[in-house]
């Protein structure tokens, strides 16, 4: 099993706030609870196996939030529901009640985030976490200490380990 | 009675009596009153142009993303402001977010008018107060200033007043910072738009004073070629470098070098803005620049480790707090030559030259203050070419051996602390472990993207210098760095704006891409060549500035050709422009309110709401700060806004840690009024943000088209806009773009080679009704086609109806 929550490591600190660590399994769990999760896929996923990682989370049916150019390498894979939005407006729209979300299908009430460079999404993530009450959890390579939960600072192998098991739990 | 006017006078009953007269009071506003009409709102405070920034305000909403969830500004706290708590004063989250940011604004501004004065003066100084300006054919000369002050500049002595006016607004917003001052988001955002507004004031007083007085170009087109890159420095020579954006001092060590026969034997050269003003001191007549530009701020620590130069000039702004530590190192003095940066080195401005480059030979001081520009343009050569001589003898040398590297990258213990520390979290470990065992290209390809800060070194617990091994791993690489920057042209013309300005309006050019800011490249220099490249191709009007003109001149094409040697320089579709240093900015903004000047005949002086509500709807031009990072770029972002451009900042942008997005799918509020009967028309979103962020460049390559289309376009405009629009999406993101259908008015807008394909997507996906015989859209579109309408969100600018 994928230890993900050893190295909690920050560089600089954000706040008196930081994400909780997570284990795949707790994410999963997490996942299939929720009434509207959203993935979102950033263009880091591009580089290498967390493509395939991504694709085989959205095909357990979580509609998918495609920042960058990430819908190069989602737009042809089947059982995938993605959609194209630019992360800072992901970010602003997430915040407002009256979105209806990507589909209009309403609002969502957990988000996902992989594929991402850390000072990015640490930068989106800052503003979830004061303007909103949304759960966010970081499923990437390093401690994203402004998600609610996130994996900690973790090898590129471990990492895919780790996503392979929340993928199973699913 | 005569009028007294400012200048110098004799009386000619008294001998050796001379007056001068500085300014007279009022005469300035007389002038203005007397050359036409001013607007509403000339030399605006605070609260004249609020109403237009809540306008704006209420289609881009602030955003904001802290970087701090604390507020530590007095001792009432610290306090805890997550979830948008409000601390002991009472301001909450956002407010202090806004607050923060204004004071971000408000700093660059500072930095670009601080600049302006200490310019000025020197200039004042040397040419006297009733100095003309001179920019080139140009009526508008300034804008900027004539837009904001309601005065038009005529004389060094003009740009004095508008200084004044910028520094006492500065002023008045730092007092808001305070604590127990403004207490609502909203307002700080005002303050800060304000502020952007007032940097464009400041970059146009100095860099026109400079132009004029400093023989660079002026609205010039095809300017020289200057050589960049740390290839082409020759370290067999004497090597002087200069650092920082102020080239007042520098023009003397040209000068001198001269004088005396040593522009051959010394290698002068610079980093940041200084050597881009180096490279336009007295090119006016097509002459080749005097310097060589060795590149931006990520250059910095890289060129002093490399240990080539011999002597270090710095001035202000964008130079590292380390550069005497760092140069002390290598036996390199360093001489500062501007009260903002001093580094606690000896004042020698008034000692005997002879006494200050012995002491400075001889290591008795690291470095010393020298402000007297005289003297500075003697001792800096003379100490290089000293110095040269006593550093090659020493053996001064800064790399690694061959063997040093070898202990040094086997001594990594990859506990990936660099990499977490690094601000763009590089493969450092992995390039490690590949040099170890002899493969460096990991290391070559890291180090464009590695912008030279050095904080890799500072986290490594194996005290490994990590910018050391990079740069000895790409010595190759280095070797091989030489580009060529154009000369920065200054402003563009109102000549070149009347043979452009309609096809800009009617969108017949699709576009102005304004490239600017600093060198904090997601995927390093060749980021910046490919959305040039991309741009030009496609006939946008691309025009590059400081830094960022440097760096997308580093990259070449297969053979061999950089952008600027591929495409024309004249303000025309399809060319790439060079306007200046960072202070040129202003003229980016400068071109758009002359469109709106000499194209549409609206008044300037004084009347920015108006001038600023035309370019918002009508302009279409985006600014695109890819790489930014300084307080400055912040400013110059901000300023583009209140103006009506929108600006996309690359992924370290985010950091700004505010962005004015809108919300496309609240329709009620993408209304504005046609002028000519007051009526409201919707509009599509567009642009539907006026700060935000790309995370990739091909994410970038269709926001940029899309940024570009404004309510005004006439068909053949729209269709020009939609067909790149959904030409780069399909390319970068291999999408159709999801909303490309909201800015169809009428079936001419749609691009003529795939008309039928998107009609039919039109009528299927969509539920449009279609005349296939003629076909024309018959019901759909959102927003009506009637190109005569005049598209404006101020009420007062529309006729009776209103």
Known sequence: MADVTKNLKVYTTYGPKNAKPAQPAIVAKMITKAKRPLLVVGAEILKDEKLEKAIAIAQKGIPVAATGHTMKGLKDAEGVDAKYINIHFLGSYLCDANWQGLDGKGPYDLILFLGHKKYYINQVLSGLKNFSNLKTIAIERHFIQNASMSFGNIKPETHLEALDELIAEL | ?802
């Open chain 2, 1 to 802: 009675m005569s009028e007294l006017k400012s200048g110098t006078f004799s009386i000619e009953e008294l001998e050796n009596v001379q007056i001068t007269i500085g300014s007279i009071v009022g005469a300035i506003e007389k002038a203005a009153e007397e050359e036409g009409d001013v607007g509403p709102t000339a030399k605006p405070g605070i609260s004249d142009l609020r109403d237009w920034d809540y306008k704006l305000l209420e289609k881009y909403n602030p955003v904001y993303t802290p970087m701090c969830d604390q507020c530590c500004y007095c001792t009432f706290g610290t306090c805890d402001l997550t979830g948008n708590k409000e601390g002991a004063c009472g301001i909450n989250m956002e407010g202090h977010n806004a607050r923060e940011f204004m004071l971000r604004v408000i700093t660059g501004a500072a930095a670009h008018s601080g600049h302006g004065r200490h310019l000025l003066h020197h200039l004042i100084d040397l040419y006297g107060k009733d100095y003309p300006l001179k920019v080139g054919p140009s009526n508008i000369i300034a804008p900027n200033v004539q837009l904001v002050t309601g005065k038009k500049p005529e004389t060094l002595g003009d740009l004095d007043d508008a200084l004044d006016y910028v520094e006492e607004q500065l002023v008045q917003l730092l007092a808001t910072v305070h604590m127990g001052q403004e207490g609502e988001a909203i307002d700080f955002e005002s303050k800060a738009l304000h502020g952007g507004m007032l940097d464009h004031v400041g970059m146009e007083v100095s860099d026109i004073a400079q132009i004029s007085c400093l023989d660079m170009p002026k609205a010039k087109e095809n300017t020289s070629l200057a050589e960049i890159g740390m290839g082409t420095i020759d370290p067999e020579k004497p090597v002087l470098l200069v650092i920082g954006h102020n080239v007042a001092g520098v023009t003397n060590i040209i000068d001198y070098m001269e004088e005396h026969n040593l522009s051959d034997k010394i290698e002068l050269c610079g980093l940041c803005c200084t050597a881009l003003d180096m490279t336009r001191y007295r090119t006016e007549g097509g002459d080749v620049p005097k310097a060589k530009v060795v590149g931006t701020l990520a250059k910095e620590l890289k060129m002093i480790r490399s240990g080539v130069p011999d002597v270090i000039v710095v001035d202000e702004q964008c130079v590292r707090a380390d550069v005497l530590r760092e140069a002390r190192k290598l036996m390199m003095p360093v001489i500062t030559t501007n009260d903002k940066i001093m580094y606690g080195l000896p004042n020698r401005s008034n000692d005997d030259v002879e006494d200050i480059i012995n002491d400075l030979k001889e290591g008795k001081q690291d470095g010393a203050l020298i402000l007297d520009f005289e003297k500075l343009g003697e001792v800096a050569p003379r100490l290089a070419q000293e110095m040269s001589k006593i550093r090659k003898e020493k053996g001064v040398t800064a790399l690694p051996t061959d063997e040093e590297f070898k202990e040094l990258t086997s001594r990594c213990v990859h506990c990936l602390a660099c990499e977490l520390d690094c601000p763009t979290n590089l493969p450092i470990s992995d390039s490690m472990t590949s040099a170890a065992e002899g493969n460096l290209s990991p290391f070559e390809e890291l180090h464009d993207k590695c912008i030279g800060c050095g904080r890799c070194e500072q986290a490594c617990p194996k005290d490994i210098p990590i910018l050391n091994v990079i740069e000895k791993a790409a010595q190759k690489v280095i070797r091989e760095e030489k580009g060529k920057v154009r000369v920065g042209r200054g402003q563009i013309s109102d000549p070149e704006i009347r043979e452009e300005g309609v096809n800009l309006v009617m969108g017949t050019t699709p576009g102005i891409v304004a490239l600017v800011g600093c060198s904090n490249h997601p995927e390093g220099t060749k980021d910046l060549y490919r959305i040039g490249d991309e741009m030009l191709k496609r006939n946008y009007i691309v025009i590059v500035s400081g830094c960022t003109a440097m760096d997308i001149g580093m990259y070449k094409n297969e053979d061999g050709e950089t952008l600027y040697e591929r495409y024309p320089a004249r303000f025309l579709k399809g060319n790439l422009i060079n306007v200046g240093s960072c202070v040129s900015n202003s003229h980016i903004t400068g071109a758009a309110i002359k469109v709106a000047a000499i194209f549409a005949q609206r008044n300037v002086a004084g009347n920015y709401e108006e001038i600023a509500d035309y370019i918002l709807n009508r302009v279409g031009a985006v600014g695109v700060a890819w790489g930014a990072y300084s307080q400055k770029a912040a400013s110059i972002g901000t300023g583009c806004n209140r103006l009506g451009i929108p600006v996309i900042v690359g992924p370290h942008g985010s950091k700004y840690r505010r962005a004015l997005i809108g919300k496309p799918y609240d329709e009620e509020k993408w209304k504005v009024y046609d002028a000519r009967d007051g009526s409201e028309i919707s509009t599509p979103a567009a642009p539907e943000y006026l700060l935000t962020s790309a995370e990739t460049v091909e994410e970038l390559m269709p926001m940029l088209a899309k940024s570009c289309i404004r309510p005004s376009d006439n068909n053949m405009g729209r269709m020009i806009k939609l067909t790149h629009y959904i030409e780069l999406s399909e390319k970068y993101l291999g999408i159709m773009p999801d909303d490309w259908y909201k800015f169809v008015r009428t079936e001419t807008d749609l691009p003529l080679a795939r008309r039928e394909e998107l009609l039919k997507i039109l009528e299927k996906e969509h539920g449009w009704e279609i005349d296939w015989n003629k076909k024309k859209i018959l019901s759909g579109p959102t927003t009506k086609s009637d190109v005569s309408a005049q598209p404006t969100n101020i009420k007062r600018l529309c006729k009776e109806a209103c």
